[in-house]
């Protein structure tokens, strides 16, 4: 087995990293973000990865600068990996760093390349309501996921799925394609392919306002967006001059009965207007200030009226 660095910080790399360590890779040294605080308390807290890492025993580094960075130059030179694997780290790889190894810097991207390069490529296939994303390992070069692929595997989007439970399944898949690709480079089995770039998309980092409910949208298309901006940005937008955030609702066959911006409720249901027509039914929602509840409790609650202009 090879000798490897490993670089990576969320929750999505974790499985790759103890897969490596399962099968017998050594991996040599982890790399990932500096702790960064967090929460209302704003405390420091570790990476997911920086947790699995200690917790395996492995040497963890978190500089803060890695380009122009000449103790983790020396140090990671000192091991001479064979690869360097890349899963989320969050930092530009430098020149130096692709050099290095022999078999290269490999990244293990959460889409189907050339489609959706980019920092949120799970919620974005989601958000554009793709029926069928993947995984795709690469070798890293000096542009932004752009580099030659190795593997892919393609996973089905569930109607059901957010971008939380596919990123837990794209993890496990990832893990696997890992494997897969190290051992292929080491026996030469693998045959590189460059990306056309005439069909990359991109999945931009995720912003705030990105969540801002629009209902100029269809339905279907605020209903993609609500499943692949989860946990955050969310769904938002205002009601009595308070934020409302819509943590779960389904498309309905409603045609015409809720103007766009607006509630209704028809027997028993919380709908939601979009254009053309088109309505969610709001299954949780939040009031800025409160508890998350049912759409039972907000109508009990709040007796929303259908001449109220939701998000001015």
């Known amino acids: 087995m090879m000798d490897l660095v490993f670089c990576g910080t969320p929750q999505f790399a974790v499985p790759t990293l103890e897969r490596l360590l399962a099968v017998g890779f050594r991996v040599k040294l982890v790399a990932t973000q500096p702790d960064r605080p967090s929460g209302r308390g704003m405390t420091l807290a570790e990476s997911p990865v920086k947790r699995a890492a200690l917790a ?54 959460a889409s189907l390349l050339p489609k959706y390069r980019g920092a949120a490529p799970i919620q974005w296939a989601i958000a554009a309501g793709e029926g069928v994303t993947g995984v795709t390992t ?45 051992a292929g480079l080491k026996n030469g089995t693998i045959t590189p392919r460059p990306q056309d770039n005439a069909k990359a998309t991109l999945a931009p980092i995720l912003k705030r306002e990105d969540g801002l409910i629009d209902f100029s949208r269809s339905a279907l298309d605020a209903w993609n967006r609500l499943r692949g901006f989860q946990p955050w940005p969310g769904a938002f937008t205002s009601f009595r001059s308070k934020m409302l955030h819509v943590h779960s609702a389904i498309p309905v066959s409603t045609v015409g009965i809720v103007p766009a ?3 209704a409720i028809d027997s028993g249901r919380l709908l939601m207007g979009f254009a053309h027509g088109t309505a969610l039914e709001v299954r949780e929602l939040q009031v800025e200030g409160k508890k998350r509840m049912s759409a039972h409790d907000f109508i009990n609650g709040y007796r929303p009226r259908n001449d109220e202009l939701l998000g001015s």
């Open 261 to 263: 911006g607006h509630f």
């Open 56 to 109: 395996l025993g492995l040497p963890v580094v978190q500089p803060e600068k890695i380009k122009h960075n000449d103790e983790l130059r020396t140090q990671v030179e000192s091991i001479a990996p064979e690869a360097i694997v890349v899963v989320g780290y969050g930092r530009i790889i430098p020149q130096w760093m692709i050099d290095l190894p022999k078999l290269g810097n490999i990244n293990l991207h």
């Open 138 to 182: 690469m070798r890293i070069d000096a542009g932004l996921d752009t580099g030659d692929i190795l593997l892919q595997t393609e996973e089905r989007i569930s109607p059901e799925d957010t971008a939380l439970t596919l990123a837990s399944r794209l993890a496990q898949m990832g893990a696997e394609l890992m494997i897969a690709t190290l």
